[in-house]
């Protein structure tokens, strides 16, 4: 799996209102790498999730999976909002299993594959509660559920938990870090909160507002064995104050 | 304190303050007519107005009448909604047919049902065809816009999430756009049911053999205010069971949605 972004830039509307909200973005994940665009709001980094998911089209630029040129929505691009937007008159296993039959799956298979989906995210016994039954933590890992079980060969997440409380955020983040080492998919975090994005990440893509561009690429190579001592260990803090200060420096630029 | 808290819950109670509600009406009617200030040619007596049902009943008119007005609107209505239902869909989901229909639906919105009347005397006479079509223009065009409405709100999210699971155009507006306005559509046909119960009361009262409308016209040509009473309340309380139906049905399909 490769999926790449090259050159892409984006512009709404047109004539005198037209406004470039992304200047030639180029970065790329391959199979298995967990890969973060991190920026305030209004760097446009919602917006190069939504080319790669094919809701919207680049205006220059080329975004390929696997060599194909992305140009539309598909099942290979999986996504998790914000908002969760789960099917609010399905239960979790409905939910679970749509994208499933969506995509004309034997029945036997998707009730199969949704048992294990849900057991992946540990909701094995809200399988036949409604989507207002259930916390809002658990509504995200029902829809990352939802993602993974229609096997997508990347998975985007969009702002997965900014509408989450503090404490069950950071429970969520070591959730999908594991998620990820288990079960090698592939993710592209979109994120305003850069601790998270170092936290999870291999690749952190650090964007800049107005218009939104990439200014910078780290590698963020740290011993992940144990999320909640990473947090707090010197290195992690040490880059993260020095991303910190670029970030501010950029926002100060900005405004 | 305890008995304060049992009177609040009783005050929340539907059942408890309606009931008290219609109670009082019957009170004062009746307190109105015993004390005999008014004319009994003008206000009947409750029990007058009572007896004029129970011939009206066993005589069998009333329900001859009840299920002829019943049909018309039934008939009506259900052309109506299972025209309005596709048509708001296409008008809530494609901008260009709503561009083209929403300005000749708002239109035609704002006449008055009954205008039509004269029209569709002349083109289809006194049977029963003219009375189906008022309901149905009476009623169409707001059905129609209602469910437009329905479906231009669906949330964004909810579509382009099924768009990223491989959805695509028919199975999203049968899984998705369809579950999701249920709820509201429902609720479209209760309110415009109520329009169509108006209609055909006033379908009637123009020309008709039998139904609800045309009794309480002949009464009134006998000075029958005792039978003008009796239609009125028994329109009223079929009109009521038809919207409780309603929202019973809306409670149990829509489950998820409160």
Known sequence: MHLSVNGVSKTFGDGRHAKLVLDDISFSIKSGEFVALVGSSGSGKSTVMRLIAGLERPSAGVIALDGKSVDGPGSDRGMVF???????????????AFGMSL????RALVRERTAYFLEVVGLQDAARR???ELSGGMQQRVAIARALAADPKVVLLDEPFGALDLQIRETMQEFLYQLWQRSGITALLITHDLEEALLLAQRVHIMAPRPGRIVRTVEADLDRSNLAHLRVSPPFLELREELVTTLRNLDAAAI | MRSSSSLAGALRNPWVLGPVGIASVLLIWSLISLSGTVDPLFLPSPPAVWQAAAD????GILVTDAIASIQRVFLGFALSAALALPLGIAMGSNPLICRLLEPLLGLIRYMPAPAFIPLLIIYFGLGELPKVLLIFIGTFFFNTLMIMDAVKFVPQELLETALTLGGRGLPILT???APYIAPQVIDAYRINMASAWNLVIVAELVAANEGLGKRISLAQRFLRTDEIFVGLIVIGLIGLLIDLGFRALLRRSCRWAS
């Open chain 1, 103 to 106: 995509q004309g799956l034997p």
């Open chain 1, 130 to 132: 409604l989507p207002k």
């Open chain 1, 82 to 96: 914000q908002k969760y937007s789960l099917y609010p008159w399905m239960t979790a296993a409905q939910n679970v």
């Open chain 2, 175 to 177: 899984r998705v756009v």
């Open chain 2, 56 to 59: 009206q009943f066993h005589g």
